[in-house]
Each structure stands twice: as C-alpha cells, then as structure tokens.
C-alpha cells in the first residue's frame, strides 16, 4: 500500500560503502536503510506516531496474510486495509507499534501504514 504522496524514499549516497534508501517526510530526513523495506518500514514508524500522536484512526495493511488457526473467521489479507485497533494491553506497546487488525496481534515490520 501507498503512503501519502508527502513520504519519498530514494537510494541516496550517505558516505556509506554503498548506496542507502533515505526516507523523508515533507522533505525532512527521516533516516536510511540498506533495502527498500527497511525505509519503508521507517516512514511506516512516523505515520504510526503522527496517528497516536493525533488520535486520528489508523489503518493498515498486514504485510502477510494471517489465518487463525481454529477460528474460519479470523483471516487478515496482505491485500486489503484493516481499521487496526492500538495493542494499548501489551507491554511496550508504543516502542513496538504493536496494533491488533482483526484480532492479530502485529508489530513494526508485519504491517504498513496506510493513508
């Protein structure tokens, strides 16, 4: 899924051995990772905090798709947006960004921000 046209991730020379992916936001750093991915998930990181931050709803995509084992009704698919719930019950919850989309338990890294 997309994030808003204000997130840019580019390959930049940092003064790194090898090329970085430099994620911003309205232009301003917010940091480098070695894969795409990983920038990725750094722009993911700051939406997720704007929206807590805000109190706005966060909704997001699952970067894999989830089947609960047991429960036919509890499927999340990589291809759609979930209204994620914030994992407010779960130790460090905040440095996690631990949500719950549909009843799964996901952190930083098993799901991208959406609009």
Request: glycine residues 6%; charged residues 25%; contains cysteine.
């Amino acid at each position: 899924m997309k994030l808003d046209a204000r997130y840019t991730i580019s390959r930049e020379c940092t003064g790194k051995p090898r090329p970085q992916y430099v994620a911003r936001f309205a232009g301003e750093r917010l940091g480098e990772a070695a894969t795409r991915n990983e920038a990725r998930t750094l722009a993911t990181n700051h939406r997720f905090d704007q929206c807590v931050a805000l109190g706005f709803d966060l909704r997001a995509t699952p970067a894999l798709s989830y089947h609960l084992a047991g429960a036919e009704s509890v499927k999340v698919s990589a291809r759609r947006n979930y209204l994620a719930d914030l994992a407010t019950n779960q130790p460090d919850w905040q440095a996690r960004r631990a949500v719950f989309i549909s009843g799964i338990l996901l952190t930083s890294g098993e799901y991208f921000v959406c609009r």
